[in-house]
């Protein structure tokens, strides 16, 4: 199991878009490597989402400035780990219009 802490970079928070590229991202990798590769939970606070569900990553209502814990577990984990860093750290900003 890898964590990490990510805050949330842009300005409108994780919302129906940047949620959906980041589900993109998950899906597209599991489905070239395998359904059981990796697995990525999204937890703020006590509230744990799935990033392979746009629901419950919406229903975190992660603003601005939320700090996240990502949580990567399965046998790929430290080969999707520098996918979501760079999502955090470089693309969520495409998605502040």
Do not use: C
Request: no cysteine; glycine share 8%.
């Amino acid at each position: 199991m890898i964590k990490i802490e990510v805050v949330v970079g842009n300005k409108h928070g994780l919302h129906m878009r940047p949620a959906g590229k980041l589900m993109s991202k998950v899906h597209a990798y599991r489905k070239i490597n395998g359904h059981d590769s990796v697995d990525v939970k999204i937890k703020r606070g006590e509230q744990m989402a799935s990033a392979t569900s746009m629901i419950e990553m919406l229903m975190l209502a992660a603003t601005s400035g939320t700090k996240l814990e990502i949580v990567l577990t399965g046998p790929d984990k430290e080969k999707f780990l520098p996918v979501i860093k760079k999502f955090f750290e470089e693309e969520i900003h495409l998605y502040d219009d």
